[in-house]
């Protein structure tokens, strides 16, 4: 959907609005898409230098104009005030039976996804949903590019990980996490857990094989993970056995 127009839409439609990012104070992911004919709000999420949004038209709007906005994100309503006029949706006019049909159509549909993909070279997680890929046995490096940290007081936890991890800094706090060589394939949670505060999902991995393939930050480390945890059977297959240590 470009900007300052108005795009005619149908019930049921999925729209589009798309805009480069950070060119302003309100393109960051996060913020909402917002439109009375919207079935629910869409996100923009970070797709390298751009960001995208996705939206459905409910299936019961009724014809006519709707403006479409931007607003703030979810929980940050009273700090940002966001509400940028983006452009407008006209819907067309449909009998019942369609939109009978719009519902089931709808309902059927997957999920829109929620991952983000940021340019290389940034430091992780640059966002809640910044979902990097890293192999069973290897390493992520996590930073708190928000300063919302201090030193020693808060500490990582995740499925995936061999162990809690504290994380350490003066100005910006960092930790490295390994991943357990156990660790099954899938996406995984990192909790913040910080003295005196309620924990919180603040970042997402996903774990691949360790055969090979490309690390968070960049580069090869199938070979490194695959024998981070070779070593890790064999020390585990000596203490196991009568004679081992």
């Known amino acids: ?73 979810l929980g940050d309503e009273s700090t940002s005030q966001i509400r940028r006029w983006w452009g407008s949706v006209r819907v067309a006019p449909v009998d019942a039976a369609e939109r009978v049909a719009c519902g089931r159509e709808v309902a059927g549909r997957q999920p829109q996804s929620q991952e983000e993909r940021f340019p290389e070279g940034w430091d992780w997680p640059a966002s809640a949903w910044d979902v990097r890929t890293v192999q069973a046995g290897g390493r992520l490096e996590a930073k708190d590019g928000l300063e919302m940290g201090s030193d020693g007081m808060v500490t990582l936890s995740s499925p995936g990980f061999t162990e809690p991890v504290v994380m350490h800094g003066d100005k910006l706090v960092s930790a490295t996490v390994r991943i357990r060589c156990a660790a099954q394939p ?14 919180k999902v603040w970042a997402r991995y996903r774990v691949t094989d360790p055969g090979g393939g490309v690390a968070a930050g960049g580069g090869d480390i199938g070979h490194a993970a695959c024998g981070t945890c070779a070593q890790d059977r064999e020390l585990a297959r000596a203490k196991a056995s009568p004679s081992g240590g």
Request: with cysteine.
């Open 1 to 73: 959907m470009p900007n300052s127009t108005e795009l005619p839409v149908r019930p049921g439609e999925r729209i589009s609005v798309t805009t480069e990012a950070m060119v302003s104070g309100d393109a960051v992911s996060g913020v909402r898409v917002t439109s009375p004919a919207f079935a629910a709000d869409g996100t923009l999420r970070r797709e390298d230098r751009l960001l995208n949004a996705v939206a459905t038209v409910s299936c019961t709007a009724k014809p006519g104009s709707y403006e479409v906005r931007f607003a703030s994100p």
């Open 186 to 199: 899938g996406l995984y949670e990192v909790h913040w857990n910080e003295k005196g505060q309620a924990p």
